[in-house]
């Protein structure tokens, strides 16, 4: 009965938020996870929660990462992106997953390039950008993908993802005078100073304005937050690559 997979997945997803991850995934596995959104790939609603539990499962743990990967969760999660392009919850947790589960695992990595998996999460960003939480999910999640391989941080660059980063740490919450978010900025400034190791990108950053843009994050937030933490390092990656241990290596 549809009803009860639905009502299953969601009481199996805030488990996953409440009780230890590992005992989650040892009672409740993931393969049932996957074999229930494959037998239902059109139900927004299943794919919400079932991309819940698989996210939220992942979180923090390597062994669930493994054995998601090895389900070929990822696989799921691609066709999330396809299929539910106009469901923001749905995006969400697919946003999660991909920052959750990691693309460290061969798996993962495979199906996340075979399906240009950086300009799905691109897309995301374009279609919501007046929309906080999709905007902080897609920073966080192409942080976990630009990372892995030279290739993704290519298809970043080609479509455009600058210019989509720049609009994220500019956007404004809205009802506040100029306030920012705190985790856009966190993740944002994080994706700088990634890309700062690259010589040829850092020059577009600078032009771009990126280190004006993390003084004002540092202006906006305490020295104890993790935006201005993110900030901080954005900057010294900016002005200083060779004492951040990062590569002056052009593109």
Same mark, same amino acid.
């Given at each position: 009965?549809?009803?009860?997979?639905?009502?299953?997945?969601?009481?199996?997803?805030?488990?996953?938020?409440?009780?230890?991850?590992?005992?989650?995934?040892?009672?409740?596995?993931?393969?049932?996870?996957?074999?229930?959104?494959?037998?239902?790939?059109?139900? +927004?609603?299943?794919?919400?929660?079932?991309?819940? *539990?698989?996210?939220?499962?992942?979180?923090?743990?390597?062994?669930?990462?493994?054995?998601?990967?090895?389900?070929?969760?990822?696989?799921?999660?691609?066709?999330?992106?396809?299929?539910?392009?106009?469901?923001?919850?749905?995006?969400?947790?697919?946003?999660?997953?991909?920052?959750?589960?990691?693309?460290?695992?061969?798996?993962?990595?495979?199906?996340?390039?075979?399906?240009?998996?950086?300009?799905?999460?691109?897309?995301?960003?374009?279609?919501?950008?007046?929309?906080?939480?999709?905007?902080?999910?897609?920073?966080?999640?192409?942080?976990?993908?630009?990372? *892995?391989?030279?290739?993704?941080?290519?298809?970043?660059?080609?479509?455009?993802?600058?210019?989509?980063?720049?609009?994220?740490?500019?956007?404004?919450?809205?009802?506040?005078?100029?306030?920012?978010?705190?985790?856009? &900025?966190?993740?944002?400034?994080?994706?700088?100073?990634?890309?700062? +190791?690259?010589?040829?990108?850092? &020059? &577009?950053?600078?032009?771009?304005?990126?280190?004006?843009?993390?003084?004002?994050?540092?202006?906006?937030?305490?020295?104890? +937050?993790?935006?201005?933490?993110?900030?901080?390092?954005?900057?010294?990656?900016?002005?200083?690559?060779?004492?951040?241990?990062?590569?002056?290596?052009? +593109?």
């Amino acid at each position: 009965d549809i009803l009860l997979v639905k009502d299953t997945l969601l009481k199996i997803s805030e488990r996953a938020l409440t009780d230890d991850r590992s005992t989650v995934a040892a009672i409740n596995g993931f393969e049932p996870v996957v074999t229930l959104l494959k037998k239902y790939p059109d139900d +927004s609603i299943v794919f919400r929660h079932g991309l819940a *539990v698989i996210a939220r499962m992942c979180y923090g743990n390597d062994a669930n990462k493994v054995h998601a990967s090895e389900c070929s969760a990822m696989v799921q999660v691609i066709w999330a992106f396809k299929a539910f392009e106009n469901f923001r919850d749905v995006l969400q947790e697919a946003l999660a997953c991909v920052k959750n589960m990691g693309l460290s695992h061969e798996e993962n990595k495979k199906q996340f390039k075979a399906n240009d998996g950086t300009l799905l999460i691109i897309r995301v960003m374009q279609q919501y950008g007046h929309d906080l939480l999709l905007q902080r999910w897609t920073c966080a999640a192409l942080c976990t993908a630009l990372c *892995v391989a030279a290739d993704f941080i290519d298809r970043f660059l080609s479509h455009d993802g600058l210019a989509l980063l720049f609009r994220a740490l500019r956007f404004v919450i809205p009802g506040s005078a100029d306030k920012r978010d705190e985790i856009v &900025q966190k993740w944002g400034c994080s994706l700088i100073a990634q890309l700062s +190791s690259i010589g040829s990108i850092r &020059q &577009q950053l600078f032009e771009m304005g990126a280190l004006q843009q993390c003084e004002m994050t540092r202006q906006q937030f305490s020295e104890q +937050s993790p935006a201005y933490e993110a900030a901080t390092h954005a900057i010294n990656a900016l002005l200083y690559p060779d004492q951040t241990g990062q590569s002056t290596q052009e +593109s």
